[in-house]
């Protein structure tokens, strides 16, 4: 009986063992560990389009989500800088050779039109001074003598009239010259600051030499740029309000004047240009502006700027192309103002998938399936 029983716990012992074995990957366990190890990732070519395929375990942590189209609120935001208006800017040059006696005016100074702002020393005025007195004694003298003489003196009169003019003397002034004079007083053409002097006193200049610059505060430009997919909203004549860092608690108001009919590329922004009234002269030129424009209502393509990945100077999201294969797309992006998230000017439409949480992951296996391919 003892015998019998210790045959039997001899067997079974050989049993657990068997079993054991078998459960350590003894030959015994037929299952190999490889069908269950993802796939590498591999580079195909469909409809023209670079794809990567995916094996699914490659993408059991990734988080997808749908390209959103968004509405846009009925106020285009963006910045600007303060201009002068260029159509309210005179350069003052000198007409004639001669020489500085007399600077009046200085760099800021405000002028108004017609008052003096240098004297120059001219020999060239006096010699048209002289011509101009010279041909109205003429004139009075032929007239006397019959008709044909008074229309020769008056021609006489009006091209010595019209040498004085080009050379910068208002009518008025010349009107009231009795006597010949070498000094020259210069007068503001229009009311604004002085932005530029190089007039120096005892400066020799020449005819063409630029003087001043004038530049009038009524009413300046704000130059701001606005992205290529809003400009469908902005046109000229449409209200804006200005608010700069300066003075933060008042509104200036103004409208579009112009739109540029340029884009650039790599912005992908055109430039709009603004006219501001400017009460007070506050607004003053390279300002910083933050400008609202009231536009109607738009869309927008909204992305978690999770999805984005950044290479050298682009971006680009990963596209779900179906049956576990992706597509690597290089997006434009521009200001949003919900924290988080990014509006894509160019390269997704709405509804399409693109990966969100896992992006950086799956961009280190696109990279490492051109290196196989390579």
Known sequence: MRSIILILLILL????????????????????????????????RQSGLELMRLDPMDLRTARWVTVESVELPGVLETTGQIAFDDRKVATIISRVAGRIEEVRVSQWDYVRRGQPIATLFSPDIMTAEAEYLQSKTTAGTLANLNADGDEFGHSMVDAATRKLELL?????????????????????????????????????????????????????????????????????????????????????????????????PNTHTAQIRCEIGNPGFKLKPRMLARVKIIVRPGQALVVPL????????????????????????????????????????????AGERIVARGSLQVNALWHQAHGENS
């Open 13 to 44: 012992s050989g049993l657990l063992l068997i079993g054991t074995f078998a459960c350590d990957g003894s030959p015994g366990n037929t299952a190999s560990d490889d069908q269950f190890q993802s796939q590498p990732p591999q580079m195909i």
């Open 306 to 349: 999770a999805a984005l990945v950044f290479e050298t100077d682009s971006y680009f999201v990963y596209v779900d192309a179906g049956n576990h294969l992706l597509q690597r797309r290089k997006v434009t992006i521009g200001a949003w103002n919900q924290e988080g998230y990014a509006r894509i000017t160019s390269g997704l439409t």
């Open 168 to 264: 910068g003397i208002e009518p008025a002034e010349i009107a009231a010259i009795k006597t010949a004079a070498p000094s020259f007083v210069m007068r503001a053409p229009i009311s604004g600051n002085i932005v530029q002097n190089q007039a120096l006193r005892g400066n020799a200049v020449n005819p063409g030499d630029i003087l001043y610059s004038l530049g009038t505060l009524e009413v300046v430009w704000v130059t701001a740029d606005i992205y290529e997919d809003d400009m469908a909203r902005v046109q000229a004549g449409q209200q804006l309000e200005v608010v700069t860092t300066a003075y933060p608690d008042e509104v200036f108001h103004g409208t579009i004047a112009r739109v540029s009919p340029n884009v650039d």
